[in-house]
């Protein structure tokens, strides 16, 4: 088992910044890619961006690519997406995900899931 939690959400105007971690704890935190998904209110979950087990490829929704950036540090079980030039269409539940491979992971399919954190952001 994997278990995540995330933080570091909250209310922010536009073109403002955020950076969301997602503490891992559990099984061996560098054998899992992991990303990001969010879901905004009325709509389905939507992937956001996710990063490999090596920290080396990487992937992102275009609707976020050259704003969000995903890294992870192994040796602190953690991964972070730093979100930057904030847009009221980015306020959304953010979670992170964990799964052995990336297509797994992002097809929205990955087992492990954190609880979410809300992202709002104002006009």
């Known amino acids: 088992q994997v278990q995540l939690v995330e933080s570091g959400g909250g209310l922010v105007q536009a073109g403002g910044s955020l950076r969301l971690s997602c503490a891992a704890s559990?099984?061996?935190?560098?054998?899992?890619?992991m990303g990001w998904f969010r879901q905004a209110p009325g709509k389905e979950r939507e992937f956001v961006a996710a990063?490999?087990?090596?920290?080396?490829?990487?992937a992102y929704a275009d609707s976020v690519k050259g704003r969000f950036t995903i890294s992870r540090d192994n040796a602190k079980n953690t991964m972070y997406l730093q979100m930057n030039g904030l847009k009221p269409e980015d306020t959304a539940v953010y979670y992170c995900?964990?799964?052995?491979?990336?297509?797994?992971?992002?097809?929205?399919?990955?087992?492990?899931w954190g609880q979410g954190t809300q992202v709002t952001v104002s006009s």
């Open positions: 995900t964990a799964a052995a491979g990336s297509r797994t992971l992002v097809n929205g399919q990955g087992p492990y």
């Open positions: 559990g099984r061996t935190f560098s054998n899992y890619a």
């Open positions: 990063l490999g087990w090596r920290g080396v490829s990487t």
